[in-house]
C-alpha cells in the first residue's frame, strides 16, 4: 500500500498533540479529524484550513480514501470506535488503554487479524529513544543477566476520580517493563491506599515476579511533592537509570555491582557514564511506524497482542488491590 489517508478521532490535549504531529509528518495525507465540540472546528483550522472537520464518525467510515484512523478519545469509547473502525476496513492506532478490559480488546484483536488491518496501541514508551537504546544494551548483553527493574511515576496531579492511579500512570511503566524482559510475568502482586476517593486509589506498588529470577517494582502516585519519572534497569554486569525529568545526563550507565570472589561478596564500583539517545519525538516516531506497518504489512512494535498483555497484567493487579 503506497497512498495512507488519515483520520484523527478526538481532539482534547493529547489529541491535538496527534494532528498536530500527523500534519507536520504526513501533511495533506490528514483528511479528517473528528470531534463531539464544535468548538475543536477552530482549533483544527489553526492547523490547516485544508483538514476536513466533522462530528459525523459516518464521513470518514464511508470515506474509502481514509486507510489510517487514530483514536484518541476518552477510554470508556475506545472499543466501539476502534470496532466500527476495522469493521470498515480501516488500520487502527488507539490511544492507551486499548479498551477497558482485556476481553474486549482480544475482540477487536481478532478483528484486525480476520480483516488484515493493522491494530497499533498508543504504548508510546516503546518509541522513546532512551528507552529503545536500554533496550539496545539488554540484547547486546552489555548489563549481563538481567535481575531487576524498578519504575517509579510520581506527582501532585492529575488527579481522577473515574479510574485510580494504577491505570492512569502505570501503564506506561508495564508495556516498558515488560517490553525489556521480553516477556510477561509469572506473578503479579499490588497494594495501594486510598486518601481522596473512595474506592479510587491515590498510590500503588505492584510487583512483578518473571521467569530466570527478573524482579520488577513499579510505584506510581499523583499525591507527591515533586514529579518523577525513573526507570532503574540492574543487571550483573552493569545498571543504568533513566530519568526523563532531569535537564542533562538523563540516560546514565553504572559500570558497577557485586561480584562473589572466593564466595564473598564484593562491591564494584565507578562513576556513571552518561549514554547518547536520539532527541526524535517519541510521538513522531510512533505515528511513522504505524504508517510504515500499514504501507509494508509490518506487525507493529505495540500491536494487539501488546495491548493485550499489558491489560491483562494490569487486571491482574487490580484484582490484588481488591483483595488486599
Known amino acids: 500500500m503506497s497512498n495512507v489517508k488519515i483520520a484523527v478521532i478526538g481532539c482534547g490535549k493529547w489529541g491535538m498533540n496527534h494532528v498536530k504531529t500527523a500534519y507536520k509528518l504526513f501533511g495533506e495525507d490528514l483528511k479528517y479529524c473528528s470531534d463531539n465540540s464544535e468548538e475543536s472546528r477552530e482549533k483544527i483550522k489553526a492547523v490547516s484550513d485544508k483538514i476536513i472537520f466533522t462530528k459525523d464518525l459516518a464521513d470518514l467510515i464511508n470515506d ?53 488491518r493493522v491494530l497499533m496501541v498508543g504504548h508510546l514508551l516503546l518509541f522513546h529513544p532512551a528507552i529503545l537504546k536500554i533496550k539496545e544494551f539488554i540484547d547486546e548483553g552489555k548489563l549481563g543477566k538481567l535481575q531487576y527493574i ?126 547518547e539517545f536520539g532527541n526524535e519525538s517519541p510521538l513522531e516516531l510512533e505515528q511513522l511506524h504505524f504508517i510504515e506497518c500499514i504501507k509494508e504489512s509490518k506487525t507493529p512494535r505495540a500491536d494487539g497482542n501488546n495491548a493485550i498483555e499489558v491489560l491483562e497484567t494490569l487486571e491482574r493487579a487490580q484484582e490484588e488491590l481488591i483483595k488486599n
Do not use: C
Not at 477510554?75 to 476502534?82: V, Y
Not at 488500520?91 to 474486549?104: A, C, F, H, M, R
Open 64 to 116: 474509502t480514501e481514509v486507510n489510517a484512523v487514530i483514536i484518541s478519545t476518552p477510554a470508556e469509547t475506545h472499543f466501539e470506535i476502534a470496532k466500527k473502525m476495522l469493521l470498515a476496513g480501516k488500520n487502527v492506532l488507539v490511544e492507551k488503554p486499548i479498551t477497558l478490559n482485556s476481553e474486549d480488546a482480544h475482540i477487536l484483536n481478532e478483528l484486525a487479524i480476520e480483516n488484515s
Open 150 to 275: 524498578y519504575s517509579n511515576r510520581l506527582n501532585l496531579g492529575t488527579i481522577r476520580t473515574e479510574e485510580n492511579i494504577l491505570w492512569s500512570f502505570a501503564p506506561h511503566d508495564i508495556s516498558v517493563i515488560q517490553y525489556l524482559v521480553n516477556d510477561i510475568p509469572e506473578e503479579v502482586t499490588a497494594t495501594g491506599a486510598v486518601f481522596l476517593t473512595n474506592e479510587i486509589q491515590d498510590t500503588t506498588l505492584t510487583n512483578l515476579k518473571f521467569k530466570n529470577n527478573i524482579h520488577a517494582h513499579i510505584f506510581v502516585s499523583w499525591l507527591h511533592p515533586f514529579k518523577e519519572q525513573r526507570l532503574v534497569v540492574i543487571g550483573d554486569k552493569s545498571m543504568m537509570m533513566f530519568e526523563d525529568t532531569l535537564a542533562k545526563d538523563k540516560l546514565k550507565l553504572y559500570r558497577k555491582g557485586i561480584d562473589m570472589v572466593n564466595g564473598q561478596p564484593v562491591k564494584r564500583d565507578s562513576e556513571f557514564e552518561s549514554v
